[in-house]
C-alpha cells in the first residue's frame, strides 16, 4: 500500500481516537427505588435568568438559589441575569433507573436550532452525552430533529448512601473542565484525592476534560421519618436547602455539621412552626447554666408530612451554653465570572470570556485502565463500589492502533 496513504489513514485515525478519549463517567448501581438528593455542576452556556436555569433542570428556583446560597430574599431574584460561563450547582433527585443511579426528572424541548450535539454539549454542558439523549428518546435519526419536541435527558448522579468515609456527603456530579487536575478539584471542594479516586475508582488520580467524576462534598444530615417528603434531606457545608412547601429553609456549617432549619419566610401560608408544649418555634433554643452543664432546650424541624410540619422539642446538656447561631454566608446574585470563587467555572485558571485555556497540565496522558477496577482501598473508603466506564472502544483504539502502526512499520520495513 502507498506510504502516503497509510500515514494519511494513520493521522486521521489518531485525531479521531482522540475524539472518542473522553466519554468516561462514574457509575454507580443500584437496587430498590430509593432516591437520595444530589447535585449537579452546570457551566451556563449564555446569559441565563435565574428562573431560566432552573426551568432546564426542571428545579425550583428558590432551591437553585438556596444551594449556591444565593440571598433569596433579595427582590426578584428569579429574574437575575447569571452570566454565560458561570459555575451553579443545581439541586437533583438521584434515582434508580436502570440499575444505575440517574436524575431522570430533567425534559428539554427541541428549539428550531438544535441538534442532540448541541442539547449535549452547549445548553446541558456535557453533563449528558447526544449518544445518552438518543438512545433515552429512541431516536432512529438524529438528524430529523423537530422543534416542539419534548426530550427526556437523563444527567449523572451518585448516592453512596449520602456519605463518604461514614460522614454524611452530598455527591457533586462534575464535568472536568481543561486545566483541572484531581488534587486542584479535591483542595477546591474540601476534599481529598483518595476520596475522589474511591468514589470514582480511579485507578490513577488523573482525569481528561470531558470526564464527569463525583466529588464527595462534606455535609449535614436530617434524621426525618420516613413518611416526609424530605425524608434523606442532606445539605451541602456552606449552604442551604428550602423545604416543606417554601416553609423552612435548612443549613449546613460554618461553625459545624449539624443540620439547622429555621422558617423561611419566603412562603405566603405555612402549617404551625412552634413546638407543642413551648413559645418556641424551629430553629429557637434556650439554654440555662446548672450545675451539671448547659441545659439547652431546642425545637427542631423534622421533616415535612402530609402537608404539615414536624416539629420536635428537645433537651440536652451540653457542656458549654452555645452561642447564637451561624448561619453559612450568602452572596446576591453573581453578576461577573470571578476567579477562585465558589463560582469559578473550574478550580484552575479559566480565561475570562471563553476565551482559550493553556495549561500544562491538560497534557498528562489518560489512563487506559478496564472497565470495573475496584479502588484502591483509602483509609475506610467504603461505599467505592462505582464502575468508572472507561468506554471499550479505548482498548478497541488502542488495539486498532496498534495494529495500525504494526502495518504501517511493516510496510515501511517489508516486514
Ligand atoms: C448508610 O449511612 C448510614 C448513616 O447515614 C449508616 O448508618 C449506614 O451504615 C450506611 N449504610 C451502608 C450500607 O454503608
Ligand atoms: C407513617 O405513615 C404510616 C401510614 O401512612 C403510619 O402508619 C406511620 O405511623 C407513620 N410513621 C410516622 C413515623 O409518622
Ligand atoms: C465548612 O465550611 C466552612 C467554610 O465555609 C469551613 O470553614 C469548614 O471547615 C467546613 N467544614 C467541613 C467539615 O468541611
Ligand atoms: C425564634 O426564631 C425567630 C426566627 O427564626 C426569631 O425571630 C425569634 O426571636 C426567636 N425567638 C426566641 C425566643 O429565640
Ligand atoms: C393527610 O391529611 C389528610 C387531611 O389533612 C388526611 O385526610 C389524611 O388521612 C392524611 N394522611 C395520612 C397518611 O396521614
Known amino acids: 500500500m502507498d506510504k502516503k496513504l497509510l500515514l494519511l489513514f494513520f493521522i486521521s485515525f489518531l485525531l479521531a481516537a482522540a475524539a472518542t478519549a473522553t466519554a468516561k463517567s462514574t457509575i454507580e448501581p443500584c437496587t430498590g427505588g430509593s432516591s437520595c438528593y444530589a447535585l449537579l455542576g452546570y457551566t451556563l452556556y449564555a446569559d441565563l435568568k435565574v428562573s431560566e436555569v432552573a426551568a432546564l433542570f426542571q428545579a425550583d428556583p428558590l432551591a437553585l438559589l438556596a444551594v449556591n446560597a444565593i440571598d433569596v430574599s433579595l427582590p426578584d431574584v428569579e429574574n437575575r441575569i447569571l452570566p454565560s460561563g458561570l459555575f451553579v450547582r443545581v439541586p437533583a433527585i438521584c434515582s434508580c433507573s436502570g440499575g444505575i443511579r440517574r436524575s431522570i426528572s430533567t425534559r428539554y424541548t427541541v428549539r428550531p436550532s438544535d441538534t442532540l450535539a448541541s442539547i449535549a454539549a452547549s445548553v446541558y454542558a456535557g453533563l449528558v452525552s447526544a449518544d445518552q439523549i438518543q438512545e433515552e428518546n429512541t431516536i432512529s435519526d438524529p438528524a430529523a430533529l423537530d422543534a416542539g419536541t419534548p426530550l427526556a435527558v437523563p444527567l449523572p448522579c451518585t448516592c453512596f448512601n449520602s456519605t463518604d468515609n461514614f460522614l454524611p456527603a452530598v455527591y457533586l456530579s462534575y464535568v472536568v473542565q481543561q486545566g483541572d487536575s484531581v488534587p486542584g478539584i479535591a483542595s477546591h471542594y474540601a476534599t481529598t484525592v483518595t476520596d475522589i479516586m474511591n ?217
Not at 426525618?224 to 449552604?239: P, Q, R
Not at 475570562?352 to 473508603?381: H, M, Q
Open 199 to 415: 468514589a470514582n475508582s480511579l485507578g490513577s488520580p488523573s482525569v481528561q476534560p470531558g470526564d464527569i467524576i463525583s466529588i464527595p462534598l462534606p455535609a449535614c444530615s436530617s434524621m426525618f421519618s420516613k413518611n416526609a417528603t424530605d425524608y434523606g434531606l442532606t445539605v451541602a457545608n456552606g449552604t442551604y436547602f428550602i423545604t416543606a412547601s417554601h416553609c423552612v429553609q435548612c443549613s449546613c456549617g460554618p461553625g459545624n455539621l449539624n443540620l439547622y432549619c429555621t422558617p423561611a419566610f419566603v412562603a405566603a401560608s405555612c402549617s404551625s412552626m412552634q413546638c407543642s408544649n413551648s413559645n418556641l418555634i424551629i430553629g429557637n433554643f434556650t439554654s440555662q447554666q446548672t450545675s451539671a452543664g448547659c441545659s439547652v432546650t431546642s425545637c427542631d424541624y423534622s421533616g415535612f408530612v402530609n402537608g404539615s410540619i414536624i416539629t420536635t422539642l428537645t433537651t440536652s446538656i451540653e457542656p458549654q451554653c452555645p452561642g447564637m447561631h451561624q448561619l453559612p454566608p450568602v452572596i446576591s446574585p453573581p453578576t461577573a465570572l470571578e476567579h477562585g470563587s465558589f463560582f469559578s467555572p473550574s478550580p484552575s485558571p479559566v480565561a475570562e470570556s471563553g476565551g482559550t485555556i493553556t495549561n500544562p497540565r491538560s497534557s498528562v496522558p489518560a489512563t487506559f485502565s478496564l472497565p470495573g477496577i475496584s479502588p484502591a482501598s483509602g483509609p475506610s473508603g467504603s461505599f467505592s463500589d462505582a464502575i468508572v466506564i472507561r468506554p471499550l472502544c479505548h482498548n478497541l483504539d488502542m488495539l486498532a492502533y496498534s495494529l495500525f502502526v504494526f502495518s504501517l512499520l511493516s510496510s515501511v520495513y517489508g516486514i
